[in-house]
Every structure is written in C-alpha cells, then in structure tokens.
C-alpha cells in the first residue's frame, strides 16, 4: 500500500546540469555528476577560479574587503 507513494528506483533520478542545463542521470556510473561532462565540470570550475562565482557573506578575518 504504502510502495504506491514511493518514487520508482529502477529507473535512476535526473537532475539538470548546472552549466548547461541538461539532463544528468543520478547513478553511480555518471562519472561527472552533478554535470553531463568533464567540459561542463571545468567550466564552472573555471568561473569559480576567475571569481564570477563567489558565496555570499563576510569576508573571512584578514582578507579585504572587495567591492565589485
């Protein structure tokens, strides 16, 4: 009774690329998850690294304070 609530596990979870925005199969095998491929993985790698991804809150003690 309570199974028909349930999501079906044999077929594996999707989610979306965070680059490109494809499908990505949430399975052990994806060997680039949460991205579709090791091209989307280093572009986003590459935008944390030039700082156009950044997490908000207060600098961390001994750093500048930068305004952009």
């Not at 077929?11 to 994806?30: L, N």
């Amino acid at each position: 009774l309570l199974s028909q609530y349930l999501p079906d596990m044999t077929e594996p979870f999707h989610v979306a690329c965070p680059t490109c925005g494809g499908p990505v199969a949430w399975k052990a095998e994806q060997r680039w998850r949460p991205f579709c491929s090791e091209r989307c993985k280093l572009i986003d790698l590459g935008e944390w690294l030039a700082e156009e991804k950044r997490i908000p809150g207060e600098p961390a003690p001994g750093q500048p304070n930068e305004e952009h």
